[in-house]
């Protein structure tokens, strides 16, 4: 088989000779961030004009996630984590004794304990159990009932990468009370996410969306929007007026979306970066991108399953992404192991995680895979 990157490793920072299967872990370094930061550097030193240059940047990249995410720009807020997002949730809805929120028992930490202070109040955390390491839609929608205020999943699971089935969630939702809150960072920048399928999509920029720490772009609807309580304020959430002055009132409003979610400045460099980056993912296109991820992703398990190695990850395409896993007892050594010979990919908790991108080829599928044969 062959497969061709869609964008060349040279695009990037220090992928020479090194086989760079891990941007589930941490994406390479974008060259042409070096530009980014330049313009940053310049626009920094510029005083008024240049920070209205700078947010002037950061609207059109929340207009370029619109466009990705297919939903309003204005519904898009820049928070300093994926695992901010989600708490934003927990923190700003009102719980009752008795509520309860539904979640896998394969999910991220960020996604499966936002919930963790809400115990105390009487509010149960309903871990739905994977078959054979797959979850199922279908399983998830049943334990939801009247009481469950969220369903939180990951898109794109970390651990196997299994690309659940948005849409059948938020269909099997329709009508009901219970809000679907989405963490895409494994879907975001390689396959197709879909926001307004969800109440709250956030996602980390440092992974598929190839920017790096300190920003996640987070999608709200409206009703999620009325439903939750602010738990942040300061002067960029709040309508503080210039009419206002010096002079405080004890009232003042808070702000609507986006600015309601970002009671300060967000990273304003990451921003510029991830705008950056955005122009290159949508330029070649989400489709091209998924269907070329989903290629590797179908090489890289046939390598595995010749090998006799366990895959824990989907066998349908539907359910594929960019990360194909193997069950490892020593995950990190075997990392480890293929590090020495310039072959990166991510091993933890018992598993191994090959992630393939824009910049991976069939090429390095084989490296890859020659490399592992002589563990
Ligand atoms: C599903 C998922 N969400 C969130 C994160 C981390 O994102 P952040 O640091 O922005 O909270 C990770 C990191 O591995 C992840 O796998």
């Given at each position: 088989?062959?497969?061709?990157?869609?964008?060349?490793?040279k695009?990037?920072?220090?992928?020479?000779?090194?086989?760079?299967?891990c941007t589930g872990?941490?994406?390479?370094?974008?060259?042409?961030?070096?530009?980014?930061?330049a313009?940053?550097?310049?626009?920094?030193s510029?005083g008024?004009?240049g920070?209205?240059?700078?947010?002037?940047r950061?609207e059109?990249?929340?207009?370029k996630?619109?466009?990705l995410?297919?939903v309003?720009a204005?519904?898009?807020?820049?928070v300093?984590?994926?695992?901010e997002?989600m708490?934003?949730?927990?923190?700003?809805?009102?719980?009752?004794?008795?509520?309860?929120?539904?979640?896998?028992?394969?999910?991220?930490p960020s996604?499966?304990?936002?919930?963790r202070?809400?115990?105390?109040?009487g509010?149960?955390?309903?871990?739905?159990?994977?078959?054979?390491?797959?979850?199922?839609?279908?399983?998830?929608?049943e334990?939801?009932?009247?009481?469950?205020?969220?369903?939180?999943?990951s898109?794109v699971?970390f651990?196997?990468g299994?690309n659940?089935?948005?849409e059948?969630l938020?269909?099997g939702?329709?009508?009901?009370?219970t809000?679907?809150?989405?963490?895409?960072?494994?879907?975001?920048?390689?396959v197709q996410?879909?926001?307004?399928?969800a109440?709250l999509?956030?996602?980390?920029?440092?992974?598929?969306?190839?920017?790096?720490?300190?920003v996640?772009?987070c999608?709200?609807?409206e009703?999620?929007?009325?439903?939750?309580?602010?738990?942040?304020?300061?002067?960029?959430?709040?309508?503080?007026?210039?009419?206002?002055?010096a002079?405080?009132h004890?009232?003042?409003?808070?702000?609507a979306?986006?600015e309601?979610?970002?009671?300060?400045?967000?990273?304003?460099?990451v921003?510029?970066?991830?705008d950056?980056a955005?122009e290159?993912?949508?330029?070649?296109?989400?489709?091209?991108i998924?269907v070329h991820?989903k290629?590797?992703?179908?090489?890289?398990d046939?390598?595995?399953?010749?090998?006799?190695?366990?895959?824990?990850?989907?066998s349908?395409?539907?359910?594929r992404?960019?990360n194909?896993?193997?069950l490892?007892e020593?995950?990190?050594g075997?990392?480890?192991?293929?590090?020495?010979d310039q072959?990166?990919?991510?091993?933890?908790?018992?598993?191994v995680?090959i992630?393939?991108?824009l910049?991976?080829?069939?090429?390095?599928?084989?490296?890859?895979?020659?490399?592992?044969?002589?563990i």
């Open positions: 088989m062959n497969i061709e990157a869609l964008l060349s490793p695009a990037f920072v220090g992928l020479d000779g090194v086989t760079h299967l872990g941490e994406s390479p370094w974008l060259k042409v961030h070096e530009e980014v930061y313009e940053f550097a310049r626009l920094k510029g008024d004009e920070r209205r240059l700078i947010y002037a950061g059109a990249c929340r207009e996630l619109g466009r995410w297919g309003p204005k519904r898009v807020a820049f300093p984590s994926a695992a997002g708490s934003w949730l927990a923190r700003g809805l009102e719980w009752a004794p008795g509520d309860n929120v539904v979640t896998t028992n394969l999910e991220f996604v499966a304990y936002a919930w202070n809400l115990r105390e109040l509010v149960e955390v309903r871990m739905v159990e994977h078959r054979d390491w797959e979850i199922d839609e279908e399983d998830l929608l334990a939801v009932d009247e009481r469950t205020r969220v369903l939180a999943v898109q699971s651990y196997t299994q659940l089935d948005i059948q938020s269909v939702l329709k009508g009901k009370d809000l679907l809150a989405v963490d895409a960072t494994h879907a975001s920048g390689v996410v879909t926001a307004g399928l109440d999509c956030v996602s980390s920029s440092y992974k598929w969306m190839l920017a790096t720490h300190g996640a772009p999608y709200l609807s009703r999620a929007e009325e439903r939750t309580e602010e738990s942040a304020f300061g002067w960029h959430n709040l309508a503080v007026w210039p009419a206002q002055r002079e405080r004890p009232e003042v409003d808070v702000k979306m986006p309601k979610l970002e009671p300060g400045n967000p990273a304003m460099v921003v510029m970066f991830l950056r955005l290159i993912l949508l330029g070649l296109g989400m489709e091209r998924e991820a290629n590797l992703s179908e090489f890289i046939a390598g595995l399953q010749k090998a006799r190695r366990t895959v824990i990850s989907p349908r395409r539907a359910g992404s960019g194909t896993c193997f490892a020593d995950a990190k075997v990392q480890q192991q293929l590090a020495k072959v990166l990919v991510w091993g933890e908790y018992g598993r995680r992630s393939g991108h910049y991976n080829s069939s090429e390095d599928v084989e490296r890859f895979l020659d490399a592992l044969a002589q």
